[in-house]
T-cell receptor, first 119, second 110 residues
Framework: GAVVSQHPSRVICKSGTSVKIECRSL??????MFWYRQFPKQSLMLMAT?????????EQGVEKDKFLINHASLTLSTLTVTSAHPEDSSFYIC???????????????FGPGTRLTVL | QKEVEQNSGPLSVPEGAIASLNCTYS??????FFWYRQYSGKSPELIMF????GDKEDGRFTAQLNKASQYVSLLIRDSQPSDSATYLC??????????FGTGTSLTVIP
């Protein structure tokens, strides 16, 4: 299957700092990437949809000024958590949409995730 | 009504038994369906997809799709403790967003 990398895998930062998370599709071009957040023992929560070359579409309740998303190329999307606070501590996961031959094989592959801890 | 619904479990089965995971969806136009497995502390990984009515087998896993009844299931034969995870059902609609179920937690008891 398609490979998606995410960096860093784990980050600990002080309250008020900004953290950037990178998501890369390694062996394919991804016109669409998704950013999810997952709290312990809870389900995936979609934060935003990122399309290459255009502004991200944020889900209701997600602050676009706090979670900055940039999808500058077909293989890289970044999520920047600005002025992070302890309540932003979570598992952040990106995924990339793969269109392989048509809608019936349209799927997405996930990166390994980034565990953010804000002290 | 949610786009995709799953029984959150937890579901416990003894080692060697068949685990049956179910998912219902609301959009009759959905064409393809995916099962992801998520181990605790890890991101989801794709294990199967199906887009034709009937069964699709891959090793110990069988996906079953019934479009008339709008449900898709995943059977795990000869369950192993390593199968203990949360299983997510996903449906990509005609638009851009994928819909995930909340996941079913499976525990295989040795």
């Amino acid at each position: 299957g398609a490979v998606v990398s995410q960096h860093p895998s784990r980050v600990i930062c002080k309250s008020g700092t900004s953290v950037k998370i990178e998501c890369r599709s390694l062996d394919f071009q991804a016109t669409t990437m998704f950013w999810y957040r997952q709290f312990p023992k809870q389900s995936l929560m979609l934060m935003a949809t990122s399309n290459e070359g255009s502004k991200a579409t944020y889900e209701q309740g997600v602050e676009k000024d706090k979670f900055l998303i940039n999808h500058a190329s077909l293989t890289l999307s970044t999520l920047t958590v600005t002025s992070a606070h302890p309540e932003d501590s979570s598992f952040y996961i990106c995924s990339a949409r793969v269109l392989a031959g048509g809608p019936v094989t349209d799927t997405q592959y996930f990166g390994p995730g980034t565990r953010l801890t804000v002290l | 009504q949610k786009e995709v619904e799953q029984n959150s479990g937890p579901l416990s089965v003894p080692e060697g038994a068949i685990a049956s995971l179910n998912c219902t969806y609301s959009d009759r136009g959905s064409q393809s369906f995916f099962w992801y497995r998520q181990y605790s502390g890890k991101s989801p990984e794709l294990i199967m997809f199906i887009y034709s009515n009937g069964d699709k087998e891959d090793g110990r896993f069988t996906a079953q799709l019934n479009k008339a009844s709008q449900y898709v299931s995943l059977l795990i034969r000869d369950s192993q403790p390593s199968d203990s995870a949360t299983y997510l059902c996903a449906v990509p609609p005609l638009g851009n967003q994928f819909y995930f179920g909340t996941g079913t937690s499976l525990t295989v008891i040795p």
